[in-house]
């Protein structure tokens, strides 16, 4: 009986602590055999060739549902941690080498080091890595497992320690203790070590094994002397987020990064440019362009105490076109960028359309430099508010639509400074500086604009000093002193007729006839327009108020 207590009491703890370290390198001990098929089932593809062959295949396609990104499989994930290996050992895996260099990614006296591989699963990494120590004439294996449970989204990678194995002994459970011992060593605990490392910009939590990383939190960090440049990424993300255009994630075998870009896909809509023959030369061709516009302002002023000019699109396009060219990178290009070694990105000169709205359209074209085949095309359409500043004639950017997506106004300023602060781009707008300038030119100066029927109306203020009807009876008046002319067309005679009658009408409508007199004067050509420009400046220098009072131009 007191044997068998003193056997219990001395022996049984003696042989559980010689035990305790055999069933430990029990546990520790595992065999794992080099997955050779899976280092060598490809060519390890560099990373330069898959978005190059990415590139390439996007360039080809013509869908709205065409990706780009980067599709990673596992066996490529190996072939490229086996050319590293091959960095340290040429003969790894080399049939011909002797054992020693063949299995064994580097090899010393007391251990040999077999190489590391993963394994993707869904939404899982799995890290092998094999080990040999080797003591007298016995070799003990063993292989150390590390698994990650990923969340990737636009807003947080999350990255999960689910799996800690060394050999066949689970070692994940033993944070608690890990971090216990690493502050009775360092004076601090594993999440303070880690954090440390981590820099701010994720978090470690110890209980979860997980960190937690903010992708705003690593703009705000990474940008944070450049907040232009912070901007414009969080404006990115912002478009990237609102309209779906990323999906990333793990895969049985695959990692997959793809970028819905074939959503901004646009091949449909026209693009306008303006022919050789039709492009402004000069400001003095500019100022005579708006000075034969001036008619309308003259015909508007009969019927109203608001009179303005209208530019239609095709020749507000031929102002924009000469404004823009100034600031051309190339002939028609006024922003060009290589975006990948052989790839390259070009803005094509802006052109706009006017219905209830105003349209800025910006195409948009990438395109390989060695193979124009691989090609694509989008249009950036705008939604744009006219107004004048100072001098400066302003499109201000209120909604962007490229292809399927969109973007909302308080990210197109930053999205748009890609194309640099110039002389068309500032603070999100589009500017044409000193269009006043060029009108004052022409004879008159710019209160406001709107857009109305499809044209770009420019309102021109009247005199206050000069009552409005006595503006009226002058405008009356040189209208019917140019009436009937016989070097006019018939249709402009009748057009002046009928204003002139429905102003004298009690029923007539001054207003509806000035627009049918502005149509006919737009159909002529710029030589009869400035002739009739010229006659009623002309005739209205015969009566007692002449155009420059009129209109507020004497000094």
Known sequence: MYVKFLFKLIFIPIISIIALPLIVL??????????????????????????????????????????????????????????????????????????????????????????????????????????????????????VVIGFDISIDTEEVVLKLDKLNIGNLPLAWTFSVASWAAELVTGQDIKGLIDDQLGGLAEFDAQKREVRLSVDEVVERSFEDDPQQKALIQSLIAFVEENELVTIGFEEGIFNARFALGKTRDEVTPIVTIPEVDRIQNDTQLQAILASKVNALIITSIYSPNPFIELDPYTLNRVFEYFIRSAEFAAGVVFESEIYEGYNMRALIPYVT????????????????????????????????????????????????????????????????????????????????????????????????????????????????????????????????????????????????????????????????????????????????????????SSLEESDIDFDEIYNLIP
């Open 26 to 143: 029990g546990l520790g001990y595992k065999s794992v055999s080099i997955p050779i098929d899976e280092f060598e089932a490809v060519d390890a593809m560099p990373l330069s060739a898959m978005v190059q062959e990415e590139l390439d295949a996007f360039l080809l396609g013509n869908s709205t549902e065409d990706t780009i990104g980067l599709t990673i499989e596992q066996t490529n994930a190996n072939g490229l941690l086996k050319d590293a290996f091959l960095g340290i050992n040429e003969n790894y895996l080399d049939e011909d080498a002797d054992d020693d260099q063949r299995y064994y990614v580097m090899k010393e006296a007391y251990y040999g080091y077999q190489g590391s591989w993963v394994e993707f699963g869904d939404s899982t990494v799995t890290i092998t890595s094999g080990a040999h120590a080797f003591v007298g004439g016995f070799t003990y294996k063993t292989a």
């Open 354 to 537: 006017m219905t209830d709205t105003m349209k800025v359209y910006i195409p948009l074209e990438i395109e390989s430099a060695t193979d124009p085949l691989k090609y694509f095309r989008t249009v950036i359409i705008i939604d744009t508010t006219p107004s004048v500043d100072g001098n400066d004639l302003l499109f201000t950017l209120n909604s962007l639509t490229a292809g399927e997506v969109t973007l909302g106004q308080e990210h197109i300023a930053t999205v748009l400074s890609m194309l640099g602060e110039n002389e068309i781009i500032r603070d999100g707008a589009f500017v044409l500086e000193n269009f006043d300038e060029q009108m004052q030119q022409s004879g008159v100066s710019i209160e406001s604009v709107a857009v109305v029927n499809g044209n770009l109306r420019l309102f021109i203020s009247l005199n206050d000093a000069i009552p409005l009807q006595d503006i009226q009876d002058a405008i009356q008046d040189a209208l019917t002193n140019i009436a009937d002319n016989p070097n006019y067309p018939p249709e402009l005679n009748d057009a002046i007729n009928d204003i002139l009658n429905s102003v004298t009408d009690p029923e007539g409508d001054p207003e509806a006839a000035a627009e049918a007199l502005l149509e006919v004067i737009a159909g002529l050509d710029e030589a009869e327009q400035e002739e009739l420009l010229n006659d009623l400046i």
